[in-house]
């Protein structure tokens, strides 16, 4: 059974850091390219970065290019995503997300499994 | 950057009836190269993450029930839902995974009439 365990999160005050975590299991963890998307309050989906299967292919979202780094561990199956420099806009709950496989090379793809996402709150 | 946009933003519909939920892209997801369409449809739940329900515009994912179909091409899309069960209640997403950056809709809401 494929599953996604993030942990990270909370509380931190604007222009604070902090570091997501999210552990795959059940599947080859590193043969999938995984993504993380964002969900603020009452409000829709966001996209927020990608990674490639082998970690050598990055993509940010304009919001959070600059502050936000993307990575993987595959001997550890663990996607991590730091954020610095943390904005009140970037309170959002943040999910990580497994590609599905129906991308064209390591191109952007649609996602299969999620996480149950984890919550960041930026607020002074 | 391709814009999504979802119509109508939600909607109410008897049990056992039909669902119908537009997606219009900004330009086309439609690659000839392998003729596929890049679009994904999700379901989201209260409290839960998005559930992946259709991808290439039309194929089901596994074990997501026949009631619930994929149409379309190009930049106009169509999520259908027959016999609307109470379970359905949740809101529908649109994605396209075409280019970067990933865009998707900005929601529609089903609830039961």
């Known amino acids: 059974e494929v599953q996604l365990l993030q942990s990270g999160g909370g509380l931190v005050q604007p222009g604070g850091s902090l570091r997501l975590s999210c552990i795959g299991s059940g599947y080859d963890f590193s043969k999938y390219g995984m993504t993380w998307v964002r969900q603020a309050p009452g409000k829709g989906l966001e996209w927020v970065s990608h990674?490639?299967?082998?970690?050598?292919?990055?993509d940010y979202g304009d919001s959070v290019e600059g502050r936000f780094t993307i990575s993987r561990d595959n001997s550890k199956n663990t996607l991590y995503l730091q954020m610095n420099n943390l904005r009140v806009e970037d309170t959002a709950r943040y999910y990580c997300?497994?590609?599905?496989?129906?991308?064209?090379?390591?191109?952007?793809?649609?996602?299969?499994?999620w996480g149950q996402g984890t919550s960041v709150t930026v607020s002074s | 950057d391709i814009v999504m946009t979802q119509s109508p933003d939600s909607l109410a519909v008897s049990l056992g009836e039909r669902a119908t939920i537009n997606c219009r892209s900004s330009?086309?997801?439609?690659?000839?190269?392998?003729?596929?369409?890049?679009l994904a449809w999700y379901q989201q739940k209260p409290g839960q993450p998005p559930k992946l329900l259709i991808f290439w515009a039309s194929t089901r994912e596994s074990g997501v029930p026949d009631r619930f179909s994929g149409s379309g091409s190009g930049t106009h899309f169509i999520l259908t839902i027959n016999s609307l069960q109470a379970e359905d209640v949740a809101v529908y997403y649109c994605?396209?995974?075409?280019?970067?950056?990933?865009?998707f809709g900005q929601g529609t809401r089903l609830e039961i009439k």
């Open positions: 994605q396209q995974y075409y280019s970067i950056p990933i865009t």
């Open positions: 990674i490639t299967s082998g970690g050598y292919t990055t």
């Open positions: 997300a497994k590609g599905g496989g129906y991308s064209t090379g390591y191109g952007p793809d649609a996602f299969d499994f």
């Open positions: 330009q086309s997801v439609f690659y000839s190269g392998n003729n596929n369409n890049y």
